[in-house]
């Protein structure tokens, strides 16, 4: 695998995890938390950590790879960088609601409720493409869609017991991480 295909995805893991880091800091406290996400966020990050295992540094690189990779990581930093936005100061790591809490539905918050999980799907996708053999590829999707869900599900209590109908009607609406897919 040639230099210059890790240093594209580092570039793209950079660009996509850089606003979370900007947004981090105007962080509010919050007045609601829910710390079982946390496991959603282990589950998640074996997902990330099984698409590293094979020996991509022996691969050969295929152009298609390389360019379904740069595809994904366009996606991911165009939807973190605007789904953090979008949140603002509501952003965190953890499941929770601020007191002040809006429920968001502008920018990617009209295609999906979670652009956020969807630019991480991205993300590992883009790497997955570029390292991965389909043999590693598919548990590390499955591990991830089993954290993304558990944490969507309890973000989405959240906020149905917050916003009652208005939340409702959104997610009737609006699909949750993957567009086109209620």
Same mark, same amino acid.
């Given at each position: 695998?040639?230099l210059y295909a890790f240093a594209i995805l580092a570039a793209g893991w950079?660009?996509?995890?850089?606003?979370?880091?900007?947004?981090?800091?105007?962080?509010?406290?919050?007045?609601?938390?829910? %710390?079982?996400?946390?496991?959603?966020?282990?589950?998640?990050?074996?997902?990330?950590?099984?698409?590293?295992?094979?020996?991509?540094?022996?691969?050969?690189?295929?152009?298609?790879?390389?360019?379904?990779?740069?595809?994904?990581?366009?996606?991911?930093?165009?939807?973190?960088?605007?789904?953090?936005?979008?949140?603002?100061?509501?952003?965190?790591?953890?499941?929770?609601?601020?007191?002040?809490?809006?429920?968001?539905?502008?920018?990617?918050?009209?295609?999906?409720?979670?652009?956020?999980?969807?630019?991480?799907?991205?993300?590992?996708?883009?790497?997955?493409?570029?390292?991965?053999?389909?043999?590693?590829?598919?548990?590390?999707?499955?591990?991830?869609?089993?954290?993304?869900?558990?944490?969507?599900?309890?973000?989405? %209590?959240?906020?149905?017991?917050?916003?009652?109908?208005?939340?409702?009607?959104?997610?009737?609406?609006?699909?949750?991480?993957?567009?086109?897919?209620?």
């Amino acid at each position: 695998m040639p230099l210059y295909a890790f240093a594209i995805l580092a570039a793209g893991w950079i660009l996509w995890v850089l606003p979370f880091f900007l947004v981090h800091k105007q962080k509010q406290p919050a007045k609601q938390l829910d %710390k079982r996400a946390r496991w959603g966020i282990i589950l998640v990050g074996v997902g990330y950590a099984i698409v590293w295992q094979g020996h991509f540094w022996e691969m050969q690189l295929r152009a298609w790879r390389l360019a379904l990779c740069i595809i994904f990581l366009m996606f991911a930093a165009l939807l973190s960088w605007t789904g953090a936005g979008a949140l603002g100061r509501q952003w965190r790591l953890d499941a929770g609601l601020t007191a002040d809490h809006q429920l968001v539905t502008a920018g990617p918050y009209r295609f999906v409720r979670h652009p956020i999980y969807t630019s991480m799907l991205c993300t590992l996708c883009a790497t997955g493409a570029l390292l991965a053999p389909w043999w590693l590829f598919v548990p590390s999707i499955l591990f991830f869609i089993a954290g993304t869900e558990i944490r969507v599900h309890i973000e989405e %209590k959240l906020l149905a017991a917050h916003f009652g109908e208005q939340f409702t009607e959104y997610k009737r609406r609006v699909p949750a991480y993957i567009p086109f897919l209620r």
